[in-house]
């Protein structure tokens, strides 16, 4: 058994949360962590190592990059409830999805802000009838597929 809080409990425990959690860092927020819940509900290629601009290119002007800004940019940390997205999902098709998500400040051993930590919840149902997210027809890249990988930067998932 692992001692408390050792960096594998650490680890163990971000893995098997049950929130879609994800952690990125620097000016340009690199994605240094996802955990399978984020790989499970946003299957991407290669999310670690690449800037969210990179991962989540559909949700430009959608005001969802404009937050992560803020919290950079003030260090307070912002939370939606039912929040409105048309991401992709693994699927060719733009959805339209519902999620409660926090976006918390990375502090540096200065206390300066570093990065983000953000925790989504999907909301499937919220608002959609029928109990799913409306699809519509989308354009731009499509990034589908979510094989074992790097997870932690610098570490290789189990």
């Not at 502090?107 to 499937?124: H, I, S």
């Amino acid at each position: 058994m692992s001692e408390p809080n050792d960096d594998a409990s650490v680890l163990a425990g971000f893995e098997a949360a049950p929130s879609m959690t994800f952690v990125a860092q620097g000016e340009q927020l690199t994605v240094t962590a996802v955990n399978a819940a984020m790989r499970a509900g946003f299957p991407r290629e290669h999310m670690v190592g690449r800037t969210l601009r990179e991962v989540f290119p559909e949700i430009a002007g959608q005001r969802g990059f404009e937050l992560y800004d803020r919290v950079m940019e003030t260090g307070v940390p912002v939370a939606h409830r039912e929040f409105r997205f048309e991401v992709y999902r693994g699927t060719p098709e733009v959805v339209e999805v519902y999620v409660d998500f926090s976006i918390s400040p990375l502090k540096d051993d200065l206390g300066r802000t570093a990065g983000v930590v953000c925790e989504v919840r999907d909301r499937a149902g919220a608002r959609a009838p029928g109990g799913r997210g409306s699809r519509r027809s989308g354009g731009g890249e499509v990034r589908r597929g979510c094989g074992p990988g790097p997870d932690v930067a610098g570490r290789d998932a189990a």
